[in-house]
């Protein structure tokens, strides 16, 4: 799932911000990952030296805050086991037998609730 996400996550990070997003395939909402500050943002470096080190500062973050994006959003986002395809919680259907996505539950005529967003617990 996790490998999933990877593929499917987009990145809309600046020079300032780490912020990836996910679109459903079913309804295209878009979900936008928790924005994480690059600790230098506001640091204009000043030598050749501190530009190459802000640099590599900058990818290094940037993959951390990829990893937070993907763990966040599985729990936005679901795999239907039919069509492949990843799809928000309210596309996704709890059903009986096998969890499915809302165009294959239609397709079937199996019938489930949607994944509630789930709470955030701090
Ligand atoms: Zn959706
Ligand atoms: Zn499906």
Known sequence: MKQFLREYLTDRSDEENFIFSVTCTECGSVWKSTPIRFSKARAKPLTEA?????????????????????????????????????????????????????????????????????????
């Not at 973050?61 to 039919?82: M, S, Y």
């Not at 799809?87 to 019938?111: K, W």
């Open 50 to 122: 501190k530009h190459i080190i802000a640099q590599a500062l900058y990818e290094r973050e940037h993959a951390r805050a990829f990893e937070d994006a993907v763990n966040e959003a599985v729990h936005h986002f679901n795999l239907c086991p039919l069509c492949k395809r990843l799809v928000c919680n309210h596309c996704f259907l709890i059903c009986d037998d096998l969890d499915m996505c809302r165009t294959c539950a239609g397709y079937l005529q199996e019938e489930g609730e949607a994944v509630l967003e789930e709470v955030a617990v701090y």
